[in-house]
């Protein structure tokens, strides 16, 4: 068998050697009419923050937010607080109370069949309902903080009630000061970014089974 790099009959000029690098192109270049190699994929969207965006951390809780449960929760500790002390104050001294009452019952006419036992038990009712209102608005005021929506409504509805209520005795210096908290909490909760901070869920807020969709 011949060697097709020497002539033959039918190859008379032979097969010249392979040319490692043809057109005389540098090593690790690609020659003439070769593809070049594909360039890297992009980044995936959301794991690098877009031209012009802002460089915060998204999931940083607003300073709003944060004024409005802090002044929810030292609001509402104080009211309990008084609450408490005017509810203790009617069971110690409860005889004492009923006589007042039932002294100034004596002076007014047409109040019926009403004893000071009976408003006594009104009185201490609405105690027991405004600590418990206290207590719900403190545990509202926390889980605002920790970013759970359902909690930031029902403390602007508690605020709004509240608001209503000092509107009612806003001749007192204490029912201006409440009024003028329950304000500050319901703007404060929708200002600042707070809308987008409690619109952005946390994983652990997530359903089962399912991933953040922001990256």
Partial sequence: MSDPNFPSADN????????PNPYGQPAGEPSYGQQPPPLAAPAPYGQQQPYGAPTGDPDKRPGTVTAAGIVAIVMSTISLLL???VTAAIFVARDDVEDTINDELANQQGMGDISAGDLTAVVLAVMVVFVVWSVSAIVLGILTLKRRNWARIMLVVSSAVTALFSLI???SGVSALTLIAAVA???LLFTGGANQWFAKRQPDQLPTGTSQ???
């Avoid at 008379?12 to 040319?19: K, V």
Wanted: hydrophobic share 45%; proline share 20%.
């Fill in 169 to 171: 005795g806003i001749t």
């Fill in 83 to 85: 609450f408490l002390v």
């Fill in 185 to 187: 909490v319901i703007v």
């Fill in 12 to 19: 008379p000029y032979g097969t010249p050697p392979a040319s």
């Fill in 213 to 215: 969709p922001w990256g």
